[in-house]
Each structure stands twice: as structure tokens, then as C-alpha cells.
């Protein structure tokens, strides 16, 4: 049991010191990764608020929705569920530069080791997809 566990922690200590070796991204791939996330979000949230707008005044009138809407105004004022959020929140929090710092390692590896191979292609899909995107859904109104 112990050779085991010594193999898997030099395993885990040679993962660990070749991560922290990762190629850093172009700023050219974030400013790019960066437009295509903010464009998603906008059409996302123009769906959500379309789907609100049309959906709350139906919802509003109906008894099972004002029954729902004061159950969960009731367990929103329970002290458990508090807590809860604030842990939730706090682990959010924490996680956030974990993301970043997954997200930069993950673009620093495509753009050494997969760009040179696919980048123009993939760059002439993503444009041809936008563009027909913009034709059928515009992100702005």
C-alpha cells in the first residue's frame, strides 16, 4: 500500500511541476477568446430577457406561481439557507482565479501546440458562423 501511495505522489509531483511550466497565451488569443465570450453572453442574456419579459406576466397571474413565489421567499429567510449562500458564494470566490489561471493554460497549449495547425481554419469557421449568426440572431437590437 505505501509503494503504491509513494508512486502516486511522485506521479502527482511531476504533473504538478510540468503545469507549472505552461506556455503563456498570446494577448492576440485572449483579446479574441475574450470578444467571442462576451458576444455568447450578450445573446444569452438577450434570450433570457425575452423569455422573462414574455413569460412574467402569464406567471404573475397564476395562483401556483404566487404559492411558489412565497415558498421560496419563505426559505430564502431560513437561516441554514443563508449560510449556505454565503458558503457557496465564498467557495465562488475562491474558485475564480482557479478558472483564470485553468483558462490561460488551456489558450497558452492551443496557441503552442494546436494554432499553427488549425488557427486559420478555425478562425475562417468561427468568422463564416458569426457572420451567418448575425443574419439570423443579432447580438444587439
Known sequence: MS?????????????????SELPEPDKELVDK?????????????Q?????????????????????A??????????PGVKN????VTGMAQEVVPLVDKARSAGLGLYGKYVRPYVGPFLDQCITNFRTALESVWPAEH
Open 84 to 87: 449556505g449562500v454565503k458558503i
Open 3 to 19: 509503494g503504491r501511495f509513494a508512486i502516486a505522489l511522485l506521479l502527482t509531483l511531476q504533473v504538478s511541476l510540468c503545469l
Open 47 to 67: 434570450v433570457y430577457n425575452k423569455a422573462h419579459s414574455a413569460i412574467s406576466p402569464h406567471l404573475e397571474e397564476s395562483q401556483y406561481a404566487k404559492t
Open 33 to 45: 477568446y475574450d470578444e467571442l465570450k462576451g458576444a455568447v453572453i450578450k445573446r444569452i442574456q
Open 69 to 78: 413565489k412565497g415558498y421560496v421567499e419563505e426559505v430564502q429567510e431560513r
